[in-house]
């Protein structure tokens, strides 16, 4: 959600700036803009189009500059309009302008602050936060652009990042983290800022991962960094190489599909070649950890949180721990009792979820101290903040309806769940055993099941012209449907529904008619004959049902029954397997629809504001 790229250099940055934020259209947005200083003024173009269109702008504005900082933005306060996009500049009364800003993240004392500034003289253009934090800055500037972005600071109460330069300080870019991310890229004789490592691939590989509370002072040959108190403080650099080639399509149509087909190779490298289940996969005292807890609290939003749901029955049933899942953004707003032997989980694949980190930082101030994340990005603020990590190996999601960050969470919590059951002592050497050898077969199983798209495009075809479909699952597939009406209403705009099918009669079975199709998840369990005379209800009221079944379920297509037989069935993995069918349904349907699939409508990638 919104993108940040800032640059001061001995070249024209407009290039860098441009491909940064090309690099971040996958996290959605509305408006796009980049300023920079050239010929002793403040320069800017801004879009309500996409980055393209903004880079015709540049051009034919012939907008060239050393020192500059681009946006993408999801509009929050404001409607997504040429006034309310970013950059946003600011002049002693509104005069020449003098500081430009951009920003990403929320400023909660934005209206306090607005009247302030009016009534010192200073004129608002746009109904954003943002022009609030650029006319502070402003306000408070005194010759010294970093020291008047740390007395801002201050100021301001929110999640927020920021990056602004000053007219009067041309070679200096300053940028501010408090709750969302923010990285400086290091170069020679230059220096870049980014929400993002992947805005700045193929300009630097080394990166700072700026703390909660850093102000950076970024100037052409040095990097300056202070902490929430004011102190300097050193941050260590890292070298990040993981992004070349993650936004190339190749045969794909969208990044979506690419990512859907990247699966197996995905959990692969997620399982990394594991030999035998051991506690320390998830970091060095994680034996310790995992003796002491007695139950588990799991913490996510979206996607994550139907992962979060469906390891609940995986731990429940193999470790016999007791397992409650919170969505991350309810959690820390109501009262809850706390265990102090919990081992609280949070899931992300950005690692930045913003509503998630602070359900954590709320659980931790609530004395649970035993933290694990299960996170896509190793540097993120999540694995920062957790003792305990497991990074799943998904490599950069573009599409931001999430497909391979979602199977490789699962994949990482059967790990949680076995090393928990084998720290208990309810994980036998023949269990243990059977796991990893099921977990191995994991990718082919899914290459399999990817062999079934030809399939589900014809059904995709059926589905493109409804308005509204049912998902049905019963047990540890219940949360699976619900990930499968997500996807759907994501990025087709079709209205989707999951319910646990035993649920139909207790209200859902009013909107079954022939109109509404009823996808339905049908592993070979203990709970297949209840699931068989809920799909029964279905039919005898005109239903219309699209049936994902397991081999030897003996459900066979019929008038109003639509099957597609899964390869193989696989136990308490089948959860992940079935997600699969679920994503090419909804992708398909998608492209018949002509909706834009790796960009849909009023969503974003990583939702950095709560």
């Not at 008047?148 to 000053?166: D, E, N, P, S, W």
């Not at 996807?487 to 999951?498: G, V, W």
Request: hydrophobic share 40%; net charge negative; aromatic share 6%.
């Amino acid at each position: 959600m919104c993108g940040i790229v800032g640059a001061v250099a001995q070249r024209d940055v407009v290039p860098v700036l441009l491909e940064g934020l090309k690099r971040l259209e996958y996290r959605g947005y509305d408006s796009c803009g980049v300023a920079v200083y050239a010929d002793g003024a403040l320069r800017r173009a801004r879009s309500t189009q996409r980055v393209a269109e903004l880079e015709r702008e540049v051009q034919n504005d012939h907008l060239a500059g050393f020192t500059g900082i681009a946006h993408t933005r999801w509009a929050t306060h404001g409607a997504p309009t040429a006034n309310n996009a970013h950059p946003h500049f600011s002049g002693p009364n509104h005069g020449q302008p003098r500081i430009a800003l951009v920003h990403n993240g929320i400023i909660e004392n934005y209206e306090d602050l607005r009247s302030e500034l009016q009534a010192a003289g200073y004129v608002f253009e746009s109904q954003t936060d943002t022009e609030v934090i650029a006319h502070l800055v402003d306000h408070l500037y005194a010759g010294d652009l970093f020291e008047a972005v740390q007395q801002a600071k201050r100021r301001l109460r929110g999640a927020y990042a920021i990056a602004v330069f000053c007219r009067d300080e041309p070679h200096r870019v300053v940028g501010a983290r408090q709750g969302s991310p923010l990285v400086v890229g290091l170069g020679r004789d230059e220096n870049f800022l980014a929400s993002d490592a992947l805005a700045l691939a193929g300009t630097t590989d080394r990166f700072i991962y700026l703390e909660d509370g850093d102000v950076v002072d970024l100037q052409l040959a040095r990097v300056w960094v202070v902490d929430d108190t004011g102190r300097p403080v050193e941050r260590e650099s890292h070298i990040v190489h993981a992004y070349s080639g993650a936004a190339e399509l190749g045969p794909y149509r969208h990044h979506m599909q690419k990512e859907i087909f990247e699966q197996p190779r995905a959990v692969a490298d997620t399982l990394l070649d594991i030999e035998s289940i051991t506690p320390e996969l998830f970091g060095d005292a994680a034996y310790k950890v995992f003796n002491e807890i007695d139950n588990v609290l799991i913490l996510a939003c979206g996607t994550s949180y139907y992962a979060g749901l469906t390891a609940r029955y995986w731990i429940e049933s193999v470790a016999k721990i007791p397992v409650n899942v919170e969505i991350a953004s309810e959690y820390r707003y109501r009262d809850s009792v706390p265990n102090p032997r919990t081992l609280v989980v949070t899931i992300s694949q950005s690692g930045e979820t913003a509503d998630t980190l602070a359900a954590l930082k709320h659980a931790r101030s609530l004395g649970m101290a035993h933290t694990l994340t299960i996170c896509n990005v190793a540097t993120s603020a999540m694995v920062r903040e957790c003792k305990l990590h497991y990074i799943t190996r998904a490599g950069v999601e573009i599409g931001v309806a999430s497909t391979k960050a979602f199977t490789t969470q699962l994949t990482a919590l059967f790990l949680l769940t076995l090393a928990l059951a084998q720290v208990k002592g309810r994980l036998t050497e023949k269990a243990e055993a059977e796991s990893l050898k099921a977990l191995r077969h994991l990718p082919v199983a899914i290459s399999a099941v990817l062999a079934l798209e030809p399939q589900i495009i014809a059904w995709a075809d059926r589905f493109a012209s409804k308005e509204n479909a049912l998902f049905l699952g019963r047990g540890m597939h219940y949360p699976i449907a619900l990930e499968g009406a997500l996807k759907l209403k994501e990025i087709s705009y079709i209205h989707a529904e999951a319910y646990p099918a035993g649920e139909l009669k207790h209200g859902p079975l009013a909107l079954v008619t022939e109109h509404m199709p009823v996808v339905t998840i049908a592993p070979r369990d203990e709970l297949l004959e209840k699931l068989k005379s809920n799909m029964q209800e279905v039919q005898a009221r005109g239903g219309e049902l699209y049936v994902f079944a397991d081999a030897d379920t003996k459900i066979v297509a019929a008038e109003g029954m639509h099957v597609i037989r899964m390869p193989e069935h696989y136990g308490r993995l089948s959860p992940i397997l079935h997600t699969v069918p679920l994503q090419l349904l909804a992708y398909h349907t998608a492209c018949v629809r002509g909706t834009d699939v790796d960009k849909p409508r009023n969503l974003a990638k990583s939702v950095t504001v709560e």
